[in-house]
């Protein structure tokens, strides 16, 4: 079965310190892969996504994510983390035997913590 | 540009009322339309999902419906509200069969039952 992972619930990181948010993953052939942040009592916010070439994907304010396919995994970096970074990070794939459908498995969420 | 809006922003309603959210795309057309409810601040729940005009797919059984009356309007409705649906309801849409661009969200239903 496909499905996405976030293994921590909580992230605390000092502010100015680089962080990390982990995500693995298990589908079938190459996955399109994206990360979302969503602030208290908004909406989800598209960060940056995989879906082929390099594997260091740089996305919105100053996120980026490495693909490693032997790990199946595609962590979420910042080399130096700001309060305003605090929020709920989500870690999704592609369902690729989802057609025109196009859904997205999401990982249950990983709340970010960026302490001053 | 494609834009997404969601109402109401908040809502508190007796148990056993009925319930109506409306979620509407702009800039786009046959867009795949989701509802999502997310409880206690963390995992999304997959409600419903639409390609396109009346046709909607329910993924868990529960007390809500939806309906795409239009090709671009997605709503999310209840005849009697529980305690239970209270959550953050979100609407989100996708180019069809485009797995590269994932979704766009709206900014949320807060939905509070009492």
């Known amino acids: 079965a496909q499905s996405v992972a976030q293994p921590e619930d909580q992230v605390n990181v000092a502010e100015g310190n680089p962080l990390t948010v982990k995500c693995t993953y298990s589908?079938?052939?190459?996955?399109?892969l994206f990360w979302y942040v969503q602030y208290p009592n908004r909406g989800l916010q598209f960060l940056l996504k995989?879906?082929?070439?390099?594997?260091l994907v740089k996305g919105s304010y100053g996120f980026e994510a490495e693909f490693n396919k032997s790990q199946t995994s595609f962590h979420l970096k910042k080399p130096s983390a700001l309060v305003s970074d605090s929020a709920l990070y989500f870690c999704a794939v592609r369902d690729m035997f989802s057609g025109g459908y196009n859904k997205l498995i999401f990982g249950a969420g990983t709340r970010l913590a960026v302490h001053p | 540009s494609q834009t997404i809006h969601q109402w109401p922003a908040t809502l508190v309603q007796p148990v056993g009322s009925p319930l109506s959210l409306e979620c509407t795309v702009e800039g786009t057309s046959n867009p795949n339309l989701y509802w999502y409810r997310q409880a206690a601040g963390r995992g999304l729940q997959l409600l419903f999902y639409s390609v396109g005009i009346g046709q909607i797919s329910s993924e868990v059984p529960q007390n809500l419906s939806a309906s795409r009356p239009q090709d671009r309007q997605f709503i999310l409705s209840s005849k009697k509200l529980l305690l239970s649906d209270s959550g953050f309801y979100l609407c989100?849409?996708?180019?069809?069969?485009?797995?590269?661009?994932?979704?766009?969200f709206g900014s949320g239903t807060r939905l509070t039952v009492v």
């Open positions: 989100a849409w996708s180019v069809p069969g485009q797995g590269n661009y994932g979704y766009t």
């Open positions: 995989y879906i082929t070439g390099d594997n």
């Open positions: 589908v079938s052939g190459n996955p399109y």
